[in-house]
DNA sequence: GTGAAAGCGCTAACAT
DNA sequence: ATGTTAGCGCTTTCAC
């Protein structure tokens, strides 16, 4: 039993140029607007136009691709999607883009977890123009990225010496956390991360920073890493609640990112903990989740709106001709915003301040 | 000052049949093996290959897709990815895909909310071969499919005469939950749900499932709906507040899907009542948080990985040339999970129990 | 102001 | 077993 017949075929450039009675190169300047010195007379145009609104024409994006040697598109290697960080992330990237008439193309990774390597190279031959990389880690995609690739990359993670990089300051915003945490009387403190995290370098500056801040205050840290994921909230909340009930060396925890913070709290006051009266508890990202919790998370928020931003504008610009800049390197500022998990006095579970320091935004040439 | 010199240009498949002393014709068949009567010897076929490996070659999609007319990528028009469910459906989609070696561009929209008919437009642009899609309101996207649109496609949401589509049974799920409030002891039972999903044709079986079920059950069932977003957390706690602190004429709640439920459970809480204590809550989806919660969520499971599946290869058989079988309805069953927001005993706050019903699947011809 | 022609990189039917 | 040929749909330089 039959039921629809194959496919209609797409309405080519050559048909619009035929139906309307001029050639097919007269149609493409007027449809798909190549800059060219040829100039075509508002009647001619404006048949063109008609006819190719009346056949539904649209440009196969294969052909022009081929012909132009470059697809509009640029394709964003990051973290899973099912991060709410990440999910940010590809939807501000792509709304920039879009702005300039770039598309984004996701090598999203099925959750198969590929070295980054491979992501680029999926999303070279998927022919992409550029690509944002989220690189934290010397990895073999990086490495690939910083002899030269054949299309330009931008890192957002650690600067490089040969690639373009926007990075946020993990450092100030662990100092700031950590001071925060000192400010509301919290002696014995401690980070709390997954062991995923120490494998890159915002973790370890994260660690660093915190533990010497903490330290410049005459107080002794305590880091408490645990076997897992960046994301993975089950883990941090099991983690949170093994270390609960086995120690009680602590009353203020600064936890790798949001994700892991919100899986500490759940984790200690199934331990019977509360926070903040027994612990405090920070986090990194402000993922839309933290503010609605319960007892709202007291988070270190990066701008990632701004990360993003200057991401797509650094590559855009690496794609113009006779762009040879050095790398640029883009540094951002994150600012803290204290809500109910650190706050001073309980009573009130509503956040109470914001502190937002300005933006710094410094280009290092 | 120069930094690094115009991209190196990429080894082309005219490139490696030259070094290895073939024609191109030959080195198609055998790097990028199109299915050809074409045999070649190993002698060949190894220097080609090794040729290749040393060249780097990867083939020019671009070029492929034009002259394949067919660019092996698969469309994903969906909800925006910031919402658990959806991010999971993409990736799920995107595994299955990769299985059958397509690949999924998504439409994400970047939150600008286009209609779903610029979204099928923009992905058949991209030159998707087929496309997945959200389906789930008569909206001019969806009457674009089903009067014929230039590639297949696949509706998940409701039932369709002229389009394939895979569905869950709603109504089947809401009814489990109706009676889950009232085996528990309920009997102020109500539904809780963004005016969004009132549009929705599975907002509405829910809506009127629940209502029914609870009716046969001789209680008169309330609806609470609230001005907001499928995907808004922080609008249903207001909302959920608002209603706990204006009315108390419920003890048990339905609510849309799980994002609205934390949310539920969240401004409940602030207004000074216990989950499950006071009111039970139940949500739909079981997004990864959902058994996270300091108070675990009971709710109405998807069987998401089956739908992903079902949807994938409807659309690859849709593909296929000479397939022209009647449009397939697939049914899937939902299953609920019960956990502490509907303990009847709320003593200890792990899940209790597991219901999983058997899932049908049918096809309807 | 418009048409002609060449070709982007690859594939598939056909010839040898 | 390999080479020839003719484009896929579009852009761009150049000629008229």
Redesign the pocket.
């Known amino acids: 039993m039959e039921h629809k017949a194959p496919e209609p ?2 309405t ?3 048909n619009v140029a035929a139906e309307a ?6 149609a ?2 007027i ?2 607007g ?8 508002p ?3 404006q048949r063109v136009l008609d006819v190719a609104a009346r056949l539904g ?4 994006r294969a ?2 691709t ?4 470059r697809s509009m598109t640029i394709g964003l290697a990051a973290g899973p999607v099912q991060n709410p960080f990440f999910a940010e992330m590809a939807t501000l990237c792509e709304s920039f883009l879009l702005d300039s008439g770039y598309e984004l193309v996701m090598a999203m990774d099925a959750g198969r977890y590929l070295d980054d390597k491979a992501l680029l190279e999926t999303l070279r031959a998927r022919g992409v123009d550029g690509i944002i990389m989220w690189s934290e880690r010397e990895t073999e995609g990086r490495r690939l990225a910083e002899k030269g690739f054949d299309c330009p990359v931008v890192f957002f993670g650690y600067p490089s010496e040969s690639v373009d990089s926007v990075t946020a300051d993990f450092g100030l915003g662990a100092q700031m956390a950590a001071e925060h945490l000192v400010d509301i009387g919290r002696r014995r403190v401690g980070y709390f991360c997954p062991s995923e995290s120490l494998a890159l370098w915002s973790g370890n500056l994260r660690l660093q920073r915190f533990c010497d801040t903490i330290r410049a205050h005459g107080i002794h840290p305590a880091v408490f890493p645990y076997e897992g994921r960046l994301g993975d909230v089950s883990r941090a909340r099991e983690a949170a609640e093994t270390l609960a009930r086995t120690s009680d060396t602590f009353d203020g925890l600064l936890c790798f990112n949001d994700l892991v913070a919100i899986g500490a709290m759940m984790g200690l006051r199934r331990a019977g903990l509360r926070v903040p009266d027994d612990v405090a508890v920070i986090g990194f990202d402000d993922v839309p989740m933290a503010s609605q919790l319960d007892t709202p998370l007291t988070t270190v928020d990066l701008p990632l709106v701004e990360i993003c931003q200057t991401a797509v504008s650094l590559l855009l610009r690496r794609l113009e001709p006779n762009y040879f800049d050095p790398p640029h390197i883009v540094r951002t500022a994150p600012s803290i915003i204290a809500r109910a998990s650190t706050l001073e006095n309980p009573s009130h579970p509503e956040s109470f301040t914001v502190q937002t320091p300005s933006r710094i935004s410094e280009r290092n040439t």
């Open positions: 075929k797409r080519t450039l050559r009675g001029v050639h097919v190169a007269t493409a300047v449809l798909n190549a800059r060219s010195s040829t100039v075509v007379s009647g001619t145009r024409y649209r440009a196969n052909a022009q081929l012909r132009r040697q």
